[in-house]
C-alpha cells in the first residue's frame, strides 16, 4: 500500500519516516537500473572479479545476496512492464517487487500486480502462494517448487549459523516440524541442566 499520495495528520516522526522510507524506494529504484546496466559491462570483468554481483557487493558494501538481488530485479523489471511502470511511479515499493518479480511473468503479471498492490508487504508471500495455487496446473507448480529447491548458510559474527532453506510447502512442514522438536528439546535440556 503506497502512503504517497495520502493525507494524514501524522507526527514530525512518522511524518519523517515515511518520506525517509519513499526516498529509499526511489534510490532503490535508480539502484536495480544501475545493478544490470553494471552487470551488463565489462567494469567487472576489467576489475577481475568472478561475478558482476561479487563486484558490486565490494563497491556497495553490502552482502553478495543483496547485490545479485538488485541485479535479479533488474533484468526482471524489463519482461515486467506493468510492474516497471508502478515501482517507476511509487506505487510498488521495493520490497513488494522483490517478492513480486520471484513468480510474475509476462503471462500472469496482469492479474499478480493488483494482488500486490492491495496487500501489504508482510502479507504478499502468501496472498501470491495462493493466487498460484489456484491458478496454476499442479504438475507445473511441482516442477517449479523442484526447481526453485535451495539452501543457503550465512554464519553470523558470533559464530552462529543460518540456513535459509527455499522447499515446497510440505517438505518444508515436515522439515520445520522436526527442527523446531529438536531445537526445543535441547533447550529444555540446558535450561534444566541450570545453565
Known sequence: MSVSGESRNWSPLVAELVELAQVWNRSLH?????????????????????TAAHHLSHLAEVEEFTAREWIRIGRKLRMLPASADAFDAGELSYSKLRTLT?????????????????HPASELGRALAAWIGRHSNPEDLDGHQRQQRSIRERVQPDGMVTVTMQL?????????SAITGQVMRSRRRYASAGA
Not at 102 to 111: L, S
Not at 168 to 176: D, I, K, N
Open 102 to 118: 520471484r513468480v510474475a511473468t509476462a503471462e500472469n503479471e496482469r492479474e499478480l500486480l493488483p494482488v500486490a498492490l492491495e
Open 30 to 50: 535508480r539502484l536495480v537500473h544501475l545493478a544490470v546496466e553494471f552487470a551488463e559491462s565489462t567494469e567487472w570483468v576489467l576489475a577481475g572479479a568472478p
Open 168 to 176: 515446497p510447502p510440505l517438505v518444508a512442514g515436515a522439515l520445520t
